[in-house]
């Protein structure tokens, strides 16, 4: 069965830098898009980034752009997000999530477009 691990969340202090990691299992990781989703006490899901199955197609919030990169591993099914220059409001529960389609590139904001979704590492921002 798919499954989506992530890991690598915690508390930081503005300014610092964290890596989560999403490893996959289940699925022929290298053919599918994926996604990191976070999610803020009290507010909606934001589509944080996106890539392609083969890593060249990416996208990303507009609040996140310059500070955060997206990468994957295709070879060890994992995928990655370096979160830098962090903010309060940061502060989220971080998924990592799966598009539906192989092949196909990353659709923001589209959950009908992912079929599964991982159990979150928690990310909290604070001084």
């Known amino acids: 069965q798919v499954q989506l691990v992530e890991s690598g969340g915690g508390l930081v202090q503005p300014g610092g830098s964290l890596r989560l990691s999403c490893a996959a299992s289940g699925f022929t990781f290298r053919r599918y898009a994926m996604y990191w989703v976070r999610q803020a006490p009290g507010k909606g899901r934001e589509w944080v980034s996106g890539i392609s199955p083969g890593g060249i197609g990416i996208y990303y919030a507009d609040s996140v752009k310059g500070r955060f990169t997206v990468s994957r591993d295709n070879a060890k099914s994992t995928l990655y997000l370096q979160l830098n220059s962090l903010k309060t409001e940061d502060t989220a529960m971080y998924y990592c999530?799966?598009?539906?389609?192989?092949?196909?590139?990353?659709?923001?904001?589209?959950?009908?477009?992912?079929?599964?979704w991982g159990q979150g590492t928690q990310v909290t921002v604070s001084s």
């Open positions: 999530a799966k598009h539906r389609t192989a092949y196909e590139a990353p659709m923001a904001g589209r959950p009908d477009t992912i079929d599964y």
